[in-house]
Structures are given as structure tokens and as C-alpha cells.
């Protein structure tokens, strides 16, 4: 259990009101594990020292910087002494943030090991050769299509063109492209 530090918990309250632009569209694309099913928290205390975003399961922290950050020297020895603990830091500018989104997520993705949601943790009854609770992940079948939802009551039926079909943009809560 963590240790009641009111001071310290009112510092990360503070951050979380005052968060940056640059926190806050980052904080939208990492919360409720939406980034490979991971899930991150903000301001979180890691020693002495306040995580912008950390993922704990997996000891990264991401870091958003603005200008008062260049060639820091306190940076440099937190940095080392989380690497001591054995976390992982990523810094971004907040310019990167702001023009490429793109290549800030798909560097923190690179970071992270395989996604959870993929593993199938929790199955007691997951062996090699079984699909995962989704149907995806190890030991999917990936030659399966997708059983089709049945129509809607008030909408046309969708086109018989597989090809068509296959162009149009995926179905509204099948999670992801059609095959």
C-alpha cells in the first residue's frame, strides 16, 4: 500500500488541474488503456521525483518538456536514478506533441512489450492451440472472417460486393478494419 503523503498528493492534484496543452492531448490518447491496452497514469509519484505519465506494469515513463528543459542537469540525475529502479524515461517536446502525434505514440508503442490484450492473461483455460477470449492473439485462427452482425431493422441491407464491401469504411463497434 502507498504511504499518506498529503503534501505530495496535493502537488499531483495541482499538476493534474494545471496540466499543459501538450498533456492533455497526450493524456487523451494514453488514459483508459487506450495505447496497446496499457494503462498509464499522470503525475504519478515515483520516489521523490513526479512521473508526468507512467505505465507501472512495465516501468516507463514518458516525460513532456518545454524549453526550461534543454541540457538539464537535474533531468540528467533524475533520469539516472530512475534508470537505477529500473524504469525506462522517453522525454518529448511538447512541440513534438503538438505537430507529431504520430511519431510520439508510435515511439511510446515501440517501447512497450507485446500488447496485454493480445496475451490472453487471466485464462486459466488458455493453452497452446486455443484462442484468446477475443479471438485474437496466440493461437488465433487468423483464416476466420469475422462473423457478420445481423442487419439492421431500419437500415438497406449492405452490398453483396465483396469487393465493395471490403472498400467501405469498417463496421461501427467491430474494432478495427475489415479483413
Avoid at 24 to 39: M, P, S
Avoid at 147 to 175: C, K, N, T, Y
Wanted: net charge positive; hydrophobic share 35%.
Amino acid at each position: 500500500m502507498r504511504s499518506v503523503d498529503a503534501t505530495g498528493t496535493r502537488l499531483r492534484r495541482r499538476l493534474r488541474r494545471d496540466q499543459t496543452d501538450p498533456e492533455r492531448i497526450l493524456w487523451y490518447r494514453l488514459r483508459g488503456r487506450r495505447l496497446a491496452g496499457f494503462k498509464f497514469v499522470r503525475q504519478d509519484s515515483v520516489g521523490r521525483y513526479v512521473a508526468d505519465f507512467a505505465c507501472r506494469e512495465v516501468k516507463l515513463i514518458v516525460e513532456l518538456d518545454g524549453s526550461q528543459h534543454a541540457d538539464s542537469a537535474h533531468d540528467r540525475v533524475r533520469d539516472a536514478w530512475l534508470a537505477e529502479q529500473g524504469y525506462r524515461v522517453l522525454r518529448f517536446w511538447n512541440a513534438d506533441v503538438m505537430t507529431n502525434m504520430n511519431s510520439v505514440l508510435d515511439t511510446i508503442v515501440a517501447a512497450l512489450p507485446p500488447s496485454p490484450c493480445l496475451r490472453g492473461e487471466g485464462r486459466g483455460d488458455l493453452v497452446v492451440g486455443a484462442a484468446s477470449p477475443k479471438g485474437e492473439g496466440e493461437g488465433a485462427s487468423p483464416g476466420e472472417p469475422d462473423p457478420l452482425p445481423p442487419p439492421h431493422p431500419r437500415l438497406p441491407p449492405r452490398s453483396a460486393d465483396d469487393e465493395v464491401d471490403r472498400a467501405l469504411s469498417p463496421r461501427a463497434g467491430r474494432g478495427g478494419a475489415h479483413p
